[in-house]
């Protein structure tokens, strides 16, 4: 067998997440806010002169995708490893033959790491002085959050792309693409794909390309074709190959249970909110989506008059990525009848909608100086600070002084009810009224 023989069997056998991965940036799908038509990460792949970055995101939302583009599209050198396998040893000979390459050819090499979250403080270290002075342009790609997730000194030096999770859109016109195409996909088969398998294939990725890609070509390929060599992909095949029940609902009705969840929670009524919370993960609703819905909810509606709530829903969150479905059931709903049992406040809410709003129309007058930095040489030589009273310095650790804008002096954004918390917080601003006034 010849190596082109060759080459064309591992692309044949490849995976068909694999196989359909876009080739240029008009394949490309979602990332419209990083990639789209004139934004900066464009502008500089399409002019080969992207500089060190690391892109970060979900999985499946085209990270790898991009970094592959980018491959194809550049004139200089890239080389590939992954943080999971790859030391430092392996590092330095890559960096050293960047070096080589720059000095005889003036060519640039540009490093994709994958799993870039993985490297320790040592292998991160090591690739620094090589990013500094230009010899790789590097590239990281994690699921992690890089500036919490890696150390300091490699983030600084690179610039951030945050990828977000791919729309249902965008992973509809990537399963039509892979059935249509002929040369990677499913093009050269007689594939029919019900409307109602396609819908659960898109819901179920929950803006993952790469599952719902896999899903697609699990039922395709695990199904027989007819007496006509037709391969039918309904339903009941769909729910099969993503091993979870067709969503129950269109997407009117879908938007009307999560309405209907919400407002269960505003209107404290823990029972009718478990309810509608377990009918929407029974049809198959992605339970991240009720969380989210929480998380909001805890500031919307119970706010400062449970301070607590915001706790609940966040713990409810990070259970539910640590331990997921279904054991994550169970603190979700914990969190979810705190929330409703718990005493309500819209107040945070009405105030940092009338701070925003008042923030369209602000005048841009300078900060008043006892306000100013004075965390700079020669600050008070400008009158920075001067006159600012520490609050720690006087009775009870308050002391009337402006903190306003001057253009927003005696505006209020800030109501605090009569419920739970945030009563003691009124009372307490009384008693500070009564001591300004005498």
Not at 254 to 263: E, G, I, N
Request: neutral net charge; hydrophobic residues 40%; charged residues 25%.
């Amino acid at each position: 067998m010849d190596l082109f023989s060759a080459a064309n069997n591992e692309q044949r056998l490849a995976p068909l997440a694999d196989r359909m991965r876009p080739r240029t940036l008009d394949e490309f799908l979602g990332q419209k806010h990083i990639v789209g038509p004139g934004t900066l990460l464009r502008r500089a792949i399409e002019a080969d002169r992207l500089t060190s970055s690391i892109f970060f995101g979900p999985p499946g939302v085209g990270k790898t995708t991009l970094a592959s583009i980018i491959a194809n599209t550049t004139a200089s050198e890239f080389v590939q490893l992954n943080a999971v396998t790859s030391g430092v040893a392996e590092v330095r000979k890559v960096i050293e033959e960047a070096r080589d390459r720059m000095r005889m050819y003036g060519k640039s090499t540009y490093l994709l790491l994958d799993e870039c979250h993985r490297w320790s403080k040592s292998q991160s270290d090591s690739i620094l002085p090589a990013i500094e002075r230009g010899v790789i342009r590097f590239i990281g790609s994690t699921t992690e959050n890089p500036v919490i997730a890696m150390t300091p000194a490699i983030v600084s030096r690179c610039r951030l792309f945050e990828f977000k999770s791919l729309t249902q859109e965008d992973i509809r016109t990537a399963l039509l693409r892979a059935l249509r195409d002929g040369e990677r996909g499913f093009g050269k088969m007689r594939v029919e794909l019900t409307d109602e398998a396609l819908a659960h294939f898109v819901a179920m990725s929950n803006g993952d390309v790469r599952s719902a890609l896999n899903a697609l070509e699990l039922a395709v390929l695990s199904t027989l074709p007819d007496e006509t060599g037709v391969i039918l992909v309904d339903a009941q095949v769909a729910a099969q190959s993503v091993q979870q029940k067709v969503l129950a609902m269109d997407e009117s009705y879908y938007y009307d249970m999560l309405s209907a969840f919400c407002k269960s929670l505003r209107g404290s009524d823990s029972d009718a909110a478990l309810a509608w919370f377990a009918r929407m993960v029974t049809s198959g609703v992605d339970p991240r989506i009720i969380v989210r819905r929480l998380i909001a909810h805890a500031s919307e509606d119970v706010g400062l008059a449970n301070p607590q709530a915001m706790l609940m829903a966040t713990a409810a969150w990070t259970a539910l990525d640590a331990i997921g479905l279904p054991e994550a059931r169970l603190p979700i709903a914990q969190a979810i009848i705190y929330i409703c049992e718990s005493s309500k406040s819209n107040s945070v809410v009405m105030a940092v909608d009338a701070a925003f709003e008042a923030a369209k129309s602000a005048e841009n007058r300078p900060v008043p100086a006892h306000l100013r930095d004075t965390h700079y040489k020669g600050a008070d030589r400008l009158g920075s600070g001067e006159g600012y009273k520490y609050p720690h310095d006087y009775p009870g650790h308050y002391v009337r002084q402006q903190y306003m804008p001057d253009d927003a002096l005696g505006q209020q954004y800030y109501f605090p009810s009569d419920m739970g918390f945030e009563d003691r917080i009124r009372q307490q601003r009384a008693v500070r009224g009564k001591r300004e006034s005498t």
